[in-house]
């Protein structure tokens, strides 16, 4: 293994430019104006694929974004390596929020990163993390050190919902027949502190739309006399949380997996700075549910959250208007076992049953995705936990981690495959938000890691 440390050191920069080119492409996948962008990303990483010796390299038209497939198979006896990751990135606004343009990555220093980090939509979540696999497997073909076969399954759609990923797995069962799926797009507790997701929260998100009215009104003239919808919605939003901040929908509670002491008591030894978390985000108080501490929270409890909230008049300046419509984003993380298309059904029972006889309201659901949990006592956990401990020098530990990557739990029914979860983004990497970033040891650690997960895995599945 000492060739690929050299193999490492000697391509350092050239592992780095690769990536930046990759981040200078807009892949945005929610907006349609970006589908060119989302494309050229999936052409260049198809082209780096099949550049680092990736066989059958094809790009997967889907009825929405398209998948980059390839594989490399060395022998029919080697257990084989499923790579999935994700080339699309969020929007990147509110672009005024970002310190440099979002698709030119700079790189700059931060507490946290000392040796530097990349600023860039997509930097962590999930090219970056994405072409670390593109950069390890290079490594392990360029040295002779690949001892399974991989397939390497990269899609656009993972932030809208991967639904076509969904109907590919179903259509090409054969094809990404695999022993174990491999992911990084995940976090570690701190480049100190190695960790390995062993749980993804679910989700169901929707959407509400509450009408008063059926016209907007002068709110001088009718005000006080009729209800406003915006005034109505936020008192049915207040009511979806009790005085112990638990989700009030009915049910709601009902399927939650209760997590051991002993389970709890572990998760809480984790490293965890109370004082430093509020401080980076500038807030005073925390505030959740009751009972709970800030890991617990995030990784074993559910919660209803709103996403955006719009209505009336928004634009510049005053307008006095009882408007007639008041809407909602409305999301719930869930945790085992909850089950996606139950909350929805009970949201909407629900959220029905709360509003008051002077309006009238629409629920609909958005995209959902069911929780995962990984057992720690299986050959690809003992296989990953190694490949860290080797890496950092440190065994990893297991973490929930409080984001959702709806497609692990399919891969699980469709594919019949068990995920590692092996990321190496840090939770303040600010992912999703202005100024996104992934540290420059975060990159590298994580090509270092990856070939000793299949060296590992490959001996322990013999
Ligand atoms: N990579 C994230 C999920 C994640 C981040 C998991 C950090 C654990 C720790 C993924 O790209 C993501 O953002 N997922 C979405 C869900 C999707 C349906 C839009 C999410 O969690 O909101
Ligand atoms: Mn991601
Ligand atoms: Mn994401």
Redesign the pocket.
């Known amino acids: 293994m000492k060739e690929l440390k050299q193999y490492l050191d000697d391509n350092r920069q050239r592992f780095l430019d690769e990536l930046l080119e990759l981040l200078r492409i807009p892949s945005v996948s929610a907006d349609p104006k970006y589908a060119p962008d989302v494309r050229r990303t999936a052409e260049a990483i198809s082209r780096h694929l099949t550049a680092v010796g990736v066989d059958n390299v094809e790009i997967c038209e889907t009825a929405g974004h398209p998948i980059v497939y390839g594989e490399k198979m060395v022998s029919p006896d080697a257990p084989t390596v499923l790579v999935y990751g994700?080339y699309d990135v969020?929007p990147a606004d509110p672009l005024e929020l970002w310190d440099s343009p979002p698709f030119e990555p700079v790189i700059k220093k931060t507490k946290l990163h000392p040796d530097g980090a990349i600023f860039a939509r997509g930097a962590c979540?999930?090219k970056g993390q994405v072409f670390m696999h593109v950069k390890a497997f290079e490594m392990m073909v360029k040295t002779g050190n690949l001892p399974c076969n991989v397939k390497f399954m990269i899609e656009g759609e993972?932030?809208?919902?991967?639904k076509n990923l969904e109907k590919f797995c179903h259509e090409n069962k054969k094809k990404l027949e695999c022993d174990v799926v491999l992911i990084s797009?995940?976090?570690i507790i701190d480049n100190e502190t190695p960790s390995l997701?062993v749980g993804?929260?679910g989700?169901c998100?929707m959407e509400v739309e509450v009408t008063g009215p059926n016209k907007d009104l002068h709110s001088g003239v009718y005000g006080g006399a009729v209800a406003n919808p915006v005034n109505v919605l936020c008192s049915m939003i207040a009511s979806l949380h009790d005085e112990k901040r638990r989700v009030t929908v009915k049910g709601f509670y009902d399927d939650v997996e209760k997590v051991s002491a002993k389970e709890r008591k572990m998760m809480n030894e984790a490293p965890y700075d109370e004082k430093q978390y509020m401080k980076d985000l500038n807030v005073s108080e925390l505030m959740g549910e009751k009972g709970y501490t800030t890991v617990e929270r995030t990784g074993i409890r559910p919660t209803l959250d709103v996403n955006g909230i719009w209505g009336g008049y928004t634009g510049e300046g005053a307008k006095t208007v009882l408007p007639s419509k008041a809407y909602a984003k409305i999301?719930m993380?869930l945790v085992p076992n909850q089950d996606p298309a139950k909350i929805e059904k009970l949201f909407q029972k629900h959220f029905e049953g709360i509003a008051p006889k002077s309006v009238k309201v629409k629920v609909n659901a958005h995209?959902?995705?069911y929780p995962v949990v990984v057992p720690t006592n299986s050959v690809e956990y003992k296989a990953s936990e190694k490949a860290m401990e080797q890496a950092f020098g440190r065994k990893p530990l297991p973490q929930r981690?409080?984001?959702?990557?709806?497609i692990v739990a399919m891969f699980d029914q469709v594919l019949k495959a068990k995920s590692v979860?092996m990321?190496f983004?840090l939770?303040s990497d600010d992912?999703?938000s202005p100024n996104e970033h992934y540290g420059l040891f975060n990159y590298y650690k994580g090509i270092e890691t990856i070939p000793y997960f299949y060296k590992y895995y490959a001996e322990m599945k013999k």
């Open positions: 994700h969020q979540d999930d993972e932030e809208v919902g991967s797009d995940t976090s997701t993804l929260r989700l998100y999301s993380r995209h959902g995705g981690g409080g984001g959702s990557i709806p979860l990321g983004g939770d992912i999703h």
